[in-house]
Structure formats: structure tokens, C-alpha cells
């Protein structure tokens, strides 16, 4: 799978997947039914202090993907290597002190925080589990972490119940840096959110991830969102990369059919009438994905090539890959909306900028 | 980002436990139905002050005598004084309620992490041995631990307990499921906690709260069954009181003395209406979704 490994860096990167498979055994009572390939011979690498956005619609099995990188369910087939270890053949023990280097921010900020424990012991618990600063060093520690993420440190004695969603958004975020982790894996870290505190919460990720050299594997289903705050995009569909490539060269000119088609349902704040590309009929049934290109069925470029031949995920020199037999032959895209690309308006420039840095207490806040 | 030096001055604001007894407080009607099951507490364990007489000494004088001023209750078909016979029957009525309920949480709640957090072929063999407890009815659970044993309060208390030890499981393994599958234990496997540390740390104590509720309806669940084994003679044996057994004693003199039947029965009605009550408004104030 040479020709899939994308922007290759030169010592081991800080993240290689290789051929990463995830299948599932699907049952009936008597008889087995079939298999179904949630994730199906990925390979993508990410470099220190890098944004990888992974997109794609419910079900593609991008979050199938995150959790596989982070063994919470086991894979199939492929690789993981994390500095050049592969992380899937590790024993648990090993795994287990692995753990502090790779870390998961979660959708849900209700769900993802126990409610019986306080601020203070769930931010704790990584540094507890792995014997780190035990004692009074945990308190100073998870006040800076509080701080970090800008929520005031005296309040590390409340319980999740007593904050907003985006700030129980923010005391995950801390927990994750903790343990101090190179990667963490955002698995849709804002969708759950409203729109303002989204912004919030993005611009966070993304002041953390350029303070501290993180590697970010971004999933989510926001376009805009991960325009913003990745450095490369890949695109998923019914578990395999259809186009990997830097933000600027996906978003200016998507080569995939699926990728103008996702970029062309973004939700515009004054829309117009323009050609876009809509796809007809639904995701099809992962149990019996269509033959040769998984897309050609909804695709209004199928030839009778993709019908046969499963393209592959082929780069070019500058790092814009694309699994499309015909990429190069359909027509030229008509763009992003404009109202997407405009630049705002002073007023609401304005008004954003509040948005923007949350107010961080100082530490000697009563 | 300004470096820590000194740690900040914390307002802890209040323990789970005081936010818990502040919103039961909350509620007028939970506050008087505890007040009631403490009082009864009490009752039971200040039974050799404030009651008049010895709840077993009879007197053939004093046969079936309505309420008078000597005896405020009345007595019984061998003049012992009921309202005595009452108050020392709290301790067995309270004791019956309790010891199986804690019983069963003890089994209960091991089993219940065991067999809703690893699954597996342990979950089948926890669920199918509940299954075939729960076929077993809970009376001829009772009848032959009290041919075998013999008919005592303590074989009694261990029949409901028996009889009360599926309902648990299933609650806790219901409970210990469905926080499973919450983000936070993902959360805590991510961090790299072990599996002791996350049934202690995550899974148990959220899985409290449904299993508090159901052992107050429990107790009083178990408080009505003492009466009913009382009342069939396998339950607290003559002469110690207990109400059942005074509701036994008193149903052949029903027309005669209906003194004897109301006290007994009333009292079980209060305590198990107030631990209804109590477990209702402890569910309210345990749940943290509710303001």
C-alpha cells in the first residue's frame, strides 16, 4: 500500500496507520448473516503538531476508526504505529503505559464525565491511575489544567452537574491533557454543542494543539469546522478513504465525487441558486457494499470502470490523494458557496471576537 | 498562561451526601415520612424504657380487656399488655425489614458488577441461577426453611432475604449495563484504569441510587412478609412479640377484642406507607438530573 502512504515524514511519524480493518461478524440465531467491514484498509499518517480532520457521513466509520487507534475495540487487520511501535501488538501492561500518550475528547460532554466524582478527582484520575505527582501535586496540576482550558481553578471542588455543556466540554479536554498525551483523538468534540460555544471550544483546540505540539485526529461531520482547525482532511466513505489532502487544496478544488458532493450540502447563511452536486438514495448497507468503487451506485460520473475496479488511494506529488478512476475527467467545480467564503462583516467581526477568547481567571480568584 | 505557584483557596460547596439530604429535605412529604421510620427506630430501640409492662407476662385477670387507663391499648387473649407487646414488636417488625435488605444489597451488588460489567459466560450463570430463584414461590422458600430449620424470626428474615436477592441482581446488573456503556467508563478504560478500579471507581457508585430506592420499598415489602410468616406461625415464635404474630393472635378475636388487631396493623400500615413515601422522595433527591 505504498502508493496510499500520504505526505511520508521522515523519521517514523508520530502516527502511521497501515491497512487498518475493522470487521464485524454479523449473526443471525442459526447462521452466520455476513461481515461487515466498519473500517476497510485505511492507511493515513500524522505528523507531530498536526490537525488530521476525518469526515464523513454517520456510519462511515470514522469513530470506528478512533477508537481502533486507540484499542479501545481491537482491530482486524493492519497496523498501528505510534513513533514507529505498533501499538496493536502490545500486552496489556505494555498498552496500559501507553495509554498516557494518546488520549480522547468525547462528543457527548454529559455522558463523559462521571457525575458523582468532583472536578478534581476526574481531571486527577489519569495522574492517579499512572503514579504521577501523587499528593498535593495532583491539585496544583488539575488547577493549571483548569486554568489551561479556561475554567477557574476554585471550582475544582464542584461536581459536572454544576456546568454548562461547554464547559463540561472543556473539563474533558483538560482530563485528556493530563497525562500530558502527544495525540488525542477529538471524536466530533463540538457537535453535541451550541454554535457559539463551538467556536469556543474549536478556537481552544486549536490555541492547545499549536501550544503544545499535539497531533490531532479531528473527526467530525462539520466541514466548517474542520476547515478551521485542520491542517490536512480526509474524507471517509462506508469505511475506506476516498481523498486525503491538505485543507486549502480539498476545500479549493475537492477531486472526489463525494467530497464536492459533502462540500456542496454545507449549509450556506444566504443561500442561492447554484449548480451543486446532491446525491440521490441513501448510504448504502455496509453488510452488502456496492462492487468495485463503494460511491459508483449514488456517483453521476460512474463509468463502467467503478462498477468492476475498486480504485485506489493514489497521491500526487504535492499530497492530494484521491481514490477516483475518473477524477481528472469530470468537470471543474463551481466552488464553496460564496457566503461561506466571504469575509464577515465588521459588526459581526465584532461580536465574534467576544466569542473568541474566553475569559481566563486569574489563579488568585477568591 | 501564568504558572501556579501557590494553591488556590478552594470553596468546597457541599458533600454529594448533604446535597442528597437537602433536597430530601426539600420535600415536606419525604422530611415527615423519615421523621416517621426514625421514630419507629427509635421505638424499637428504647423498647425496654417506655414500655409500661413485660410484653410477655400474663395474667389471667386481665383477659381481652378493652383500652383503660392501666392498659392504653387493651390487652390480650392472656392479658399481656398490647400496647407493650407493640413496642417490642417494633424491633423484630424493623429487624425483618432491614437484615434481608442488607442481605440482599450485600449479594446483590457484587453479583450484579460481576455480571453486568464482564459479561460473558459469568453473566449467563449469574442471570439463569436468578431465574431459577425467581421461579421458586417465596412462601414454600419459607415453609421449608422452616421445616428444615425450624419456624424463627431468623429463618424468616433469611427466606426474604432469599426471596429478595433475584429483584436485586437483575437491578444491579441492569444498572451496572447501562453505565457501561457511558462515555466516562470509555473515558476511564482511555486513561488506562484497570478493571478493579473502574467497577469501584465509576461503575458502583452511580449504580447506588436505583438500588437504595428499591431496598426502602424492599424493607417494606420484607416488613409485610415477617407479618404474613408471623401470622402463619413461621415467623417470631410465642410468646415474643412481633406484630404479625400479635395480628395472628388477634384475628379469632376480631369481634370480641378488635383491640388487639388495630394497634398491630396500624402500625405496620404507617411504617410501610413512610418507607414507601422515603423511597420515593429518595429517588427524587438522588437523581442529579433534578434540580
Avoid at chain 2, 61 to 66: E, F, G, S, W
Avoid at chain 2, 125 to 145: E, H, Q, W, Y
Wanted: proline share 8%.
Amino acid at each position: 500500500m505504498s502508493a496510499a502512504r500520504i505526505a511520508p515524514v521522515s523519521p517514523p511519524p508520530l502516527l502511521r496507520v497501515a491497512g487498518l480493518s475493522k470487521y464485524f461478524d454479523v449473526g443471525g440465531l442459526f447462521q452466520r448473516r455476513g461481515r461487515l467491514a466498519a473500517v476497510d484498509n485505511i492507511s493515513f499518517d500524522l505528523a507531530e503538531g498536526e490537525t488530521l480532520g476525518l469526515v464523513g457521513e454517520s456510519g462511515c466509520g470514522k469513530s470506528t476508526t478512533g477508537r481502533l487507534i486507540l484499542r479501545l475495540i481491537e482491530a482486524s487487520a493492519g497496523s498501528v504505529a505510534f513513533r514507529g511501535e505498533n501499538l496493536l501488538k502490545l500486552d496489556a501492561t505494555a498498552m496500559g503505559s501507553h495509554r498516557r500518550n494518546l488520549q480522547l475528547i468525547f462528543q457527548d460532554p454529559f455522558s463523559s464525565l462521571n457525575p458523582s466524582m468532583t472536578v478534581h478527582e476526574i481531571i486527577g484520575e489519569p495522574m492517579h491511575v499512572h503514579h504521577i505527582d501523587a499528593g498535593s501535586g495532583i491539585t496544583r496540576r488539575v488547577a493549571e489544567l483548569l486554568q489551561m482550558v479556561g475554567l477557574n481553578p476554585a471550582h475544582m471542588a464542584r461536581y459536572p452537574h454544576e456546568f454548562s455543556g461547554g464547559q463540561r466540554q472543556r473539563i474533558g479536554i483538560a482530563r485528556a491533557l493530563a497525562l500530558s498525551p502527544q495525540l488525542i483523538v477529538c471524536d466530533e468534540p463540538v457537535s453535541a454543542l451550541d454554535v457559539s460555544v463551538q467556536a469556543q471550544i474549536l478556537n481552544l483546540l486549536r490555541r492547545l494543539q499549536q501550544d503544545m505540539r499535539l497531533g490531532l485526529l479531528f473527526i467530525s461531520h462539520d466541514l466548517m469546522a474542520v476547515r478551521y482547525i485542520a491542517h490536512r482532511v480526509a474524507v471517509m466513505y462506508l469505511g475506506k478513504l476516498v481523498e486525503v489532502a491538505p485543507t486549502d487544496a480539498i476545500f479549493a478544488a475537492p477531486r472526489h465525487p463525494y467530497t464536492r458532493a459533502l462540500l456542496d450540502a454545507v449549509p450556506a447563511p444566504e443561500p442561492e441558486r447554484r449548480a451543486r452536486l446532491v446525491l440521490d438514495g441513501d448510504l448504502p448497507s455496509p453488510l452488502d457494499p456496492p462492487t468495485g468503487c463503494h460511491f459508483h451506485p449514488r456517483c453521476p460520473f460512474a463509468t463502467a470502470r467503478c462498477a468492476t475496479e475498486a480504485p485506489a488511494l493514489v497521491a500526487d506529488p504535492a499530497g492530494h490523494a484521491v481514490a477516483c478512476h475518473n477524477w481528472r475527467e469530470i468537470p471543474a467545480w463551481s466552488g464553496l458557496s460564496p457566503a461561506l467564503t466571504r469575509p464577515v462583516e465588521p459588526r459581526l467581526a465584532r461580536l465574534l471576537e467576544r466569542f473568541r477568547q474566553p475569559p481566563i481567571l486569574p489563579v488568585d480568584h477568591p | 498562561m501564568a504558572s501556579v505557584t501557590q494553591t488556590p483557596v478552594f470553596v468546597r460547596p457541599e458533600s454529594r451526601l448533604r446535597r442528597v439530604l437537602r433536597r430530601l429535605a426539600r420535600r415536606r412529604v419525604s422530611l415527615v415520612a423519615g421523621a416517621i421510620v426514625l421514630c419507629f427506630i427509635a421505638m424499637a430501640l428504647l423498647a425496654p424504657l417506655i414500655a409500661p409492662y413485660d410484653p410477655t407476662k400474663a395474667s389471667f385477670m386481665l383477659v381481652r380487656k378493652a383500652p383503660s387507663a392501666a392498659h392504653w391499648l387493651g390487652t390480650d387473649e392472656v392479658g399481656r399488655d398490647v400496647l407493650s407487646r407493640m413496642i417490642w414488636g417494633a424491633r423484630s417488625s424493623l429487624l425483618a425489614g432491614a437484615i434481608p435488605v442488607v442481605v440482599a444489597l450485600l449479594f446483590s451488588v457484587p453479583l450484579g458488577v460481576i455480571s453486568g460489567y464482564a459479561g460473558g459466560v459469568l453473566d449467563m450463570v449469574v442471570m439463569r441461577v436468578t431465574d431459577a430463584m425467581l421461579a421458586i414461590p417465596f412462601l414454600i422458600v419459607a415453609i421449608t426453611l422452616a421445616a428444615f430449620l425450624g419456624p424463627d424470626l431468623k429463618n424468616a428474615m433469611l427466606a426474604i432475604g432469599i426471596a429478595s436477592l433475584p429483584v436485586f441482581v437483575r437491578l444491579a446488573r441492569a444498572a451496572a449495563m447501562s453505565i457501561r456503556a457511558e462515555d466516562y467508563v470509555e473515558a476511564a478504560r482511555v486513561i488506562g484504569s484497570s478493571h478493579l478500579r473502574i467497577a469501584f471507581r465509576h461503575i458502583l457508585p452511580n449504580m447506588l441510587p436505583p438500588l437504595l430506592v428499591q431496598a426502602s420499598v424492599m424493607a417494606a415489602a420484607a416488613i409485610i412478609a415477617e407479618a404474613s410468616l408471623s401470622f402463619l406461625g413461621l415467623g417470631q415464635q410465642p410468646p415474643a412479640p412481633s406484630w404479625g404474630s400479635m395480628l395472628n393472635a388477634a384475628q379469632r378475636h376480631m369481634a370480641a377484642a378488635p383491640w388487639m388487631a388495630i394497634a398491630p396493623g396500624a402500625m405496620i400500615f404507617v411504617l410501610v406507607i413512610a418507607l414507601n413515601i422515603f423511597g420515593d422522595g429518595l429517588r427524587d433527591a438522588l437523581d442529579p438530573k433534578r434540580r
